[in-house]
């Protein structure tokens, strides 16, 4: 039988995200592929031509040092580009440009919510994690763990293999639109403790990206794609665990979603475990994630960074980098998830759980903050730490009750304002109230009759007042403009 909690788990991620530049990495070719017609972007540099010379791209460049700093990465002053030598028909230089030993970013965190207790609780107490996972806590109530980043660092992407059958015949064709493309690697410490947490890291850093908008890091299409290695290592009980880790490591490629980087690592979890009990030590080397089957299969043993014969690329020259453009970067973004989500809580006494779902991506964020600030305009009687209107507007967008790619946030606030008037106010009422104004104004009706706008105004003051806002100016006025 297998004993879990004898066994704890050490995950590492790699993560490559596609950048959405205009134009490719170290060419001037269109960087947007997804959907081109295959080989039609391309040029001498991007196909590996012989004699043709790369230029970087400062957008990309600058995109990468950004994704660093919002990871909390240090920015060395110097850095280079380096030739990755291998060989792949998806590769027709025989080496990729990226980033050896002078990476743009490096020694960053990421800061997630502890899912331990959760999981398979493999790691128990006693063991070397804790080392590892420096408990956080922000003042709430939740575990925080924090996920170490070793590097960011700029690369370009390969072109793409397509398996087909021609003419009855089973071929494998390549796709160069692709090759070349701004590629970021992000690369974590091996400080991820189990599925659960794993996929907490993907999805925050997901977010980040997203919000900073320098990809869609859409996986379906393969801007943004998974790679843990995994291994596991015994607890002798009683002692403490030796702080090294294991001997071996096993990378699983390529993954395309959170669910399925979740399900490998379970599935390598069991194997390894199964193996370690039999007193065996699994093999170091990549494998595959097959999702019909829901199991990962052997592609290679894992080459070592010696077997790539890293050396500095002759044709870019290194970068220094001038202090105060790495502030201007910095100052250029924006306010990322937890500081927005703690913003949110306090600025329109939501619960976190509101807030979460509101902050989960930037453009309903931004949409829900535009639909209060408009709801505040109409009705300046609410103040900002009560607001009862920012609550509705929030429930309004997490339960989807009108599609915010279709209405506005004026017109989500008008549509609210109506649903207000029914619960509130009968229209019965609001007659009576608009019948009393007009009565006790005389002079402002006879002024808006001949041809005074401003005096409409005032009478839709007085009924809001007298209704204490609990129907709209807008609505107000045309029923105003109905009775008289
Ligand atoms: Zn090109
Ligand atoms: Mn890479």
């Known amino acids: 039988m297998i004993e879990a909690n004898n066994f704890e788990v050490i995950i590492g991620l790699e993560i490559h995200v596609e950048l959405k530049t205009k134009s490719k990495m170290f060419c001037g070719c269109d960087a947007n592929w997804f959907g081109k017609e295959p080989n039609t972007l391309c040029c001498p540099v991007c196909l590996g031509l012989p004699g043709a010379l790369p230029v970087p791209n400062k957008k990309a460049v600058e995109w990468c040092v950004m994704l660093g700093l919002a990871l909390d990465c240090v920015i060395p002053e110097f850095s280079k580009f380096d030739r990755k030598n291998y060989f792949y028909p998806d590769l027709p230089k025989g080496y990729q440009i990226s980033q050896y030993d002078k990476p743009f970013a490096i020694n960053g965190h990421l800061v997630i919510p502890s899912e331990r207790s959760e999981s398979r609780n493999l790691a128990t107490k006693g063991s070397a994690s804790l080392d590892f996972s420096r408990r956080l806590d922000r003042g709430r109530n939740d575990n925080l763990r924090k996920?170490?980043?070793?590097?960011?660092?700029?690369?370009?992407?390969?072109?793409?293999?397509?398996?087909?059958?021609?003419?009855?015949?089973?071929?494998?064709?390549?796709?160069?639109?692709?090759?070349?493309?701004?590629?970021?690697?992000?690369?974590?410490?091996?400080?991820?403790?189990?599925?659960?947490?794993?996929?907490?890291?993907?999805?925050?850093?997901?977010?980040?990206?997203?919000?900073?908008?320098?990809?869609?890091?859409?996986?379906?299409?393969?801007?943004?794609?998974?790679?843990?290695?995994?291994?596991?290592?015994?607890?002798?009980?009683?002692?403490?665990?030796?702080?090294?880790?294991?001997?071996?490591?096993?990378?699983?490629?390529?993954?395309?979603?959170?669910?399925?980087?979740?399900?490998?690592?379970?599935?390598?979890?069991?194997?390894?475990?199964?193996?370690?009990?039999?007193?065996?030590?699994?093999?170091?080397?990549?494998?595959?994630?097959?999702?019909?089957?829901?199991?990962?299969?052997?592609?290679?043993?894992?080459?070592?960074?010696?077997?790539?014969?890293?050396?500095?690329?002759?044709?870019?020259?290194?970068?220094?980098?001038?202090?105060?453009?790495?502030?201007?970067?910095?100052?250029?973004?924006?306010?990322?998830?937890?500081?927005?989500?703690?913003?949110?809580?306090?600025?329109?006494?939501?619960?976190?759980?509101?807030?979460?779902?509101?902050?989960?991506?930037?453009?309903?964020?931004?949409?829900?903050?535009?639909?209060?600030?408009?709801?505040?305009?109409?009705?300046?009687?609410?103040?900002?730490?009560?607001?009862?209107?920012?609550?509705?507007?929030?429930?309004?967008?997490?339960?989807?009750?009108?599609?915010?790619?279709?209405?506005?946030?004026?017109?989500l606030v008008k549509l609210i304002t109506q649903q207000n008037q029914k619960v509130n106010i009968t229209e019965e009422e609001l007659v009576k109230v608009i019948k009393k104004i007009i009565e006790a104004n005389p002079k402002a009706v006879a002024d808006y009759k001949s041809g005074k706008e401003q005096a409409l105004m005032f009478l839709v003051g007085q009924v809001m007042r007298e209704t204490k806002g609990k129907v709209g100016a807008e609505f107000v006025k045309k029923v105003i403009l109905k009775l008289l």
């Open 147 to 411: 996920i170490c980043i070793r590097r960011v660092h700029m690369e370009e992407d390969t072109g793409k293999l397509i398996h087909a059958i021609v003419n009855g015949e089973k071929c494998t064709l390549i796709d160069f639109n692709r090759s070349g493309v701004p590629l970021v690697e992000i690369v974590t410490e091996p400080d991820i403790r189990s599925s659960e947490e794993a996929r907490s890291f993907l999805k925050k850093l997901h977010q980040i990206v997203r919000y900073l908008g320098i990809s869609d890091a859409d996986m379906e299409k393969g801007s943004m794609r998974l790679e843990p290695n995994i291994s596991v290592r015994k607890l002798q009980s009683g002692k403490d665990t030796p702080l090294e880790l294991p001997s071996y490591k096993v990378e699983v490629k390529n993954i395309n979603s959170f669910s399925f980087a979740k399900k490998a690592i379970d599935y390598e979890i069991e194997r390894h475990i199964n193996l370690l009990t039999k007193g065996e030590i699994p093999k170091q080397e990549t494998r595959g994630w097959d999702e019909k089957k829901g199991i990962t299969y052997s592609q290679r043993s894992k080459e070592e960074a010696h077997d790539y014969r890293y050396f500095p690329e002759p044709d870019i020259p290194p970068i220094r980098w001038a202090t105060n453009f790495i502030r201007q970067l910095a100052d250029q973004i924006p306010e990322l998830p937890d500081k927005k989500l703690e913003r949110f809580m306090k600025e329109f006494g939501l619960s976190e759980y509101d807030v979460t779902i509101l902050t989960d991506d930037k453009d309903i964020a931004d949409y829900y903050e535009r639909a209060v600030s408009v709801s505040r305009g109409v009705r300046p009687s609410s103040n900002s730490r009560s607001d009862p209107n920012a609550k509705v507007i929030a429930n309004w967008i997490i339960n989807k009750k009108a599609d915010i790619n279709k209405t506005s946030p004026e017109e």
